[in-house]
């Protein structure tokens, strides 16, 4: 008992927190059955660790960390995969946002062991009944940490003016890039979305200026509107160019769906990358230069 | 794995000589601007790369 329920709970667990989402990944079905089965393996390692020390069988328990090291190998495998198929992208994801999602695979197993440890702790200690209490508790807490902050959060994200001057194409006063040839300008002014994002304070600034969070942002809107960069036609790539004086960034893009409004939306729910937050306001000269 | 040559100008397109000088790479000599543009389309979409424009008729081809 003690050990199914704890089973039941991490891979629960692991099943809700395995999304599908626009991101392209994991791939259904295949992608998701490796996860739910790695989910299944890491629950039942959490489920019998308890039974084991109350036994007492150290052997066991011994065997069982040996086993946890193996999630190690999650993040390797997610990375190298992504790594893989980031070479035929035409829009790419970028390294930053490859490493945090291969994070997040790894550290959600760890989430699945606690999960079923602590569901099947509370079972061998009071008896099952309390297992259906532990455990959602468990899945909700679980939720709830892997949530990370989204762009939304940290900048405010408003329309902007694609323009010319001569044949540099400008978003409202920031320099994108420059492009040669007329017919592209006139295209570029007649489809092409621009947008500011502006950092709400200093720890934002820092987030975005990271090449690796401008490709993220970049590459989930590319994979929900869609861009009319083809092979050999690099022309209209979309690009994300920073006001060097004042820290904030403006984007640029050619959409197959050209809906400024749902491109907002979009921004606002990018995350911000682990490896690329900033943190300057937690540290004493950086509150000091922020004034 | 992509092993092209990036950020190196690729070819120059020009409706007039006196504005290029020294080697590289193709210097292509256009007779006006709608044979530059089209020269330049034409070269950019077989090298994959991107026309720029340096404002004095002088077009190249580059990519990034």
């Known amino acids: ?99 945090g999602i291969a994070r997040v695979f790894e550290a959600r197993n760890y989430l699945v062991i606690l999960t079923a440890l602590l569901s099947s702790t509370v079972v061998h200690l009071w008896g099952w009944p309390y297992a259906l209490i532990a455990g959602p508790l468990c899945i909700l807490f679980s939720g709830r940490l892997m949530s990370g902050s989204f762009i939304g959060d940290i900048a405010k994200i408003e329309k902007a003016e694609l323009h010319f001057e001569g044949a540099i194409l400008k978003v409202n006063d920031v320099v994108i890039m420059n492009v040669g040839l007329p017919m592209t300008r006139e295209k570029i002014l007649q489809e092409g979305m621009g947008v500011i994002i502006k950092p709400k304070d200093d720890n934002a600034r820092l987030s975005l200026h990271a090449p690796g969070q401008r490709l993220a942002i970049i590459h989930d809107l590319v994979s929900i509107l869609g861009t009319k960069v083809d092979i050999n036609e690099t022309e209209l790539m979309p690009m994300a160019r920073k006001q060097v004086d004042k820290g904030y960034l403006a984007l640029f893009l050619l959409a197959n769906e050209p809906d400024i409004d749902y491109l907002i939306e979009i921004i606002k729910k990018v995350p911000v990358l682990e490896t690329t937050r900033g943190t300057t306001l937690s540290s004493f000269f950086g509150r000091k230069a922020a004034d | 794995m992509d092993t092209g040559i990036k950020e190196y100008i690729l070819a120059i397109i020009t409706q007039d000589m006196e504005l290029v000088n020294g080697g590289g790479c193709p210097v292509f000599l256009a007779a006006n601007q709608e044979e530059q543009e089209k020269i330049a389309i034409y070269i950019s979409r077989i090298l994959g790369g991107i026309v720029h424009d340096l404002e004095n008729g002088v077009y190249f081809i580059c990519k990034h």
């Open chain 1, 1 to 99: 008992m003690v050990i199914i329920a704890g089973v039941l709970a991490g891979f629960l667990d692991r099943w809700i927190l395995l999304r599908n989402d626009y991101r392209h990944y994991p791939t259904y079905p295949h992608g998701h059955l490796t996860h739910l089965a790695l989910g299944f393996i890491a629950a039942s390692l959490g489920a019998v660790a308890v039974p084991a020390i109350a036994e007492p069988d150290f052997v066991a328990v011994t065997f069982l960390v040996l086993a946890a090291q193996q999630f190690r190998e999650i993040r390797n495998m997610e990375r190298e995969t992504l790594n893989k198929l980031e070479e035929t992208k035409l829009v790419p994801r970028g390294q930053d946002y490859i490493e």
